[in-house]
């Protein structure tokens, strides 16, 4: 069982940045690959980026590519999503995600076992 809590939310102008942060419960933190989704008020969860478990390779949607950075830091036992040159369409709530996939799988909702309960990150125009 592995239990995450997301901060780090809130709100910002257009162009600016956010850092989020997720930590994670438990001592098998880097036995999971590690994901941020996001969604917007009407539309699907949608993935955003994705790092795995060891290697420190990362995924990005094309909606985000070059504009935000996944980290991890297994010793804290966190995951970051830097964010920066917000834009309004990156208004969201954005959720964390522990997954025991691997590769492309992690692009995809079903890959993950384990949720926070979200961060609410809204960009003002």
């Known amino acids: 069982q592995v239990q995450l809590v997301e901060s780090g939310g809130g709100l910002v102008q257009a162009g600016g940045s956010l850092r989020l942060s997720c930590a994670a419960s438990?001592?098998?933190?880097?036995?999971?690959?590690m994901g941020w989704f996001r969604q917007a008020p009407g539309k699907e969860r949608e993935f955003a980026a994705a790092i795995s478990r060891n290697t420190g390779y990362t995924y990005y949607a094309d909606s985000v590519k070059g504009r935000c950075t996944i980290s991890r830091d297994n010793a804290k036992n966190t995951v970051y999503l830097q964010m920066d040159s917000l834009k309004p369409e990156d208004t969201a709530v954005y959720y964390c995600a522990a997954a025991s996939r691997v590769g492309d799988a992690l692009r995809r909702n079903g890959a993950y076992a384990y949720w926070g309960q979200g961060a609410q990150v809204t960009v003002s125009s």
């Open positions: 438990g001592r098998t933190f880097s036995s999971y690959a």
